[in-house]
């Protein structure tokens, strides 16, 4: 009987330091997670699921943008606050294209993933998809990248964690990030300077030919 229950009791305290180190290990995991080290793309990685109901759709049956932008939007922010374990904006939304209709009662999916990691900043990839309830057919309907940033308890920008490239796919969306931000940067600056260069009176007479009229004495 004392064997038994000094066996017991050794098996207990083997157990007990097992799931000490256990939680130890937890939490030296999530710290190290939590230290602005690289994490790996499939880490953040998100799907978000919506049956679409008929309060979402425009008269025509159709889902309405808005709610596509909006879902977008959430599946975006999950994947870069997962990321970057700290609360994140969404701070612009660039290239959105719906490329087909979604009908009432598709479900869809909402796949993001981060593209490209700045210092607080972050370009989320999301691409939609719609499954027929009908048919069971799955068809790409829209992608658009969301720039988030990741903020402190205080509201300020802070860094975000590197990633870690895991495969070929991942390497490209990277690259055409890097690309995209740079087109997106010259692009801002050359419209700048041409919206600044506009002289009505002379830029006029490029009107005539565009859909529009004078409603004033000129």
Not at 45 to 72: A, Q, S
Request: glycine share 6%; hydrophobic share 40%; aromatic share 10%.
């Amino acid at each position: 009987m004392r064997f038994f229950l000094f066996e017991k009791l050794t098996l207990y305290r083997q157990k007990s330091f097992y799931i000490e180190i256990q939680t130890l290990f937890t939490l030296i995991l999530q710290t190290y997670m939590a230290d602005n080290q690289n994490k790996p793309i499939s880490y953040s990685r998100t799907v978000i699921t919506e049956l679409m109901l008929p309060t979402h759709p425009n008269i025509d049956g159709k889902m309405l943008g808005d709610v596509l932008l909006n879902l977008m939007n959430k599946a975006a922010f999950t994947c870069a606050t997962r990321h970057a374990n700290n609360f994140c904006v969404t701070v612009s939304v660039d290239d959105v294209e719906f490329t087909q209709p979604i009908e009432v009662g598709d479900f869809v999916s909402f796949k993001a993933s981060v593209n490209y990691v700045g210092n607080s900043s972050m370009i989320i990839g999301v691409r939609i998809e719609a499954e027929s309830l009908k048919t069971g057919v799955i068809k790409h309907t829209g992608s658009g990248y969301f720039t988030m940033v990741a903020k402190d308890e205080y509201g300020r920008p802070t860094q975000a964690p590197g990633v870690v490239l895991e495969n070929e796919d991942d390497i490209r969306r990277f690259l055409a990030a890097m690309i995209r931000k740079e087109a997106k940067l010259l692009s801002k600056v050359q419209m700048s300077d041409k919206i600044k260069k506009i002289n009505v009176f002379e830029d006029i007479k490029k009107l005539k030919k565009e859909r529009c009229e004078i409603g004033f004495e000129w």
